[in-house]
């Protein structure tokens, strides 16, 4: 039967792959639900502040690959503690790999910030790494 080699891990089968990715997802799906409630309260969150539909839809669709790019290609799980590398470069190096879309790298800069920001204000998780030392 043949191996499967995946990065740098080789498995006996396909089925063993499989199930390996099963795990990875099951394992991730605490921090993946409590990311997209998060993304949906920020949305809402713009709602409120009265932005217009297309500033928001844009925010929306960052946020979406945001998602993605942390829950699948990261190891990260919890916003308090992402380094700000992984949030501006590395997220943006993501991005213009795997997404077939235009990197606006101002647009994408602009929904992170504005998402720490609100889990700093609203949701009382301060990534000290994203945002800084916090002002006294």
């Not at 740098?8 to 390996?20: C, G, K, L, R, T």
């Not at 394992?27 to 932005?51: C, D, M, N, W, Y």
């Not at 928001?56 to 690959?65: A, D």
Request: hydrophobic letters at 40%; charged letters at 30%; proline letters at 3%.
């Amino acid at each position: 039967m043949p191996k499967v080699i995946a990065g740098d891990v080789e498995f006996e089968s396909v089925d063993e792959y499989i199930a390996a990715l099963k795990d990875w997802e099951e394992h991730r799906a605490p921090f993946k639900t409590q990311a997209e409630v998060l993304a949906a309260e920020f949305i809402t969150s713009l709602r409120r502040q009265g932005l217009s539909k297309r500033t928001i839809n844009k925010h929306q669709m960052n946020m979406e690959m945001f998602i993605v790019y942390l829950t699948q290609y990261t190891d990260a799980d919890d916003f308090a503690t992402i380094r700000k590398g992984m949030v501006n470069t590395e997220f943006f190096q993501w991005y213009r790999r795997k997404v077939l879309n235009r990197c606006d790298p101002a647009s994408l800069k602009s929904t992170t910030k504005k998402f720490f920001k609100f889990l700093a204000e609203e949701k009382g998780i301060y990534n000290e790494h994203v945002l800084g030392k916090p002002r006294r």
